[in-house]
């Protein structure tokens, strides 16, 4: 009994920071852009991970995200997310300097929304960052390298305000122990309120 009721709030207390959506940029912007154009690019900055014995933030994790866009009013336009990320891999000396390696092969994530929207999202995938230790060490990553919406106008079109986000997607292991903890939570409760028998002698 107790020990279902110390994992039960074990799992329920983790399951809440592991499974929530995690937003990691947002931006707010409108269009025609500054420079009168209908396609903005690079609109969110997203922090990059370090790696121990590497000298700078340059890799993300693997993973699913999401790219959110919202409008403030539906658009006259037919509208395309755009993700933009690199394949890269580094080599690295025993002092942490780079010595080798390639800077980018670019992989694109395209999704088009259709028009009179209001809102979208694309989904994409960050295949998982494999190493190889001891030195000479080669990380291969991948690097965001921008987030775009492009928009090709339809007759009425004027202007269009937009808000951005980029989202950490939870991995299905973590709703699955966040679908555990309720399920011990409520074993718990359903045992603590069994009717008992009394036995009057």
Known sequence: MKFMLCAAVAAFA????????TILSEADGSFPTSSGETFADSI???????VPDTPADLYIRSG???FDVTFDAAVPASVTLVVQYQFRYDIYNSSGEIIDGDGGYDIFDTKALGSN???GSLYFNVPKLRQ???????????SFAGFGIDLSPLPGFRTANYHAALSSVPE???WSLLITGFGLVGAVIRVQRRPR???IS
């Not at 969110?44 to 370090?50: F, G, K, M």
């Not at 190889?132 to 991948?142: K, N």
Request: net charge positive.
């Open 14 to 21: 983790y399951c809440p920071a592991a499974s929530a959506a």
């Open 117 to 119: 929207i209001t809102k």
């Open 44 to 50: 969110l900055t997203v922090p990059h991970i370090s």
């Open 132 to 142: 190889h230790f001891g030195f000479p060490r080669t990380i291969y990553a991948y």
């Open 172 to 174: 299905p292991g973590n």
């Open 64 to 66: 699913k995200y999401k």
């Open 197 to 199: 028998l009394v036995t």
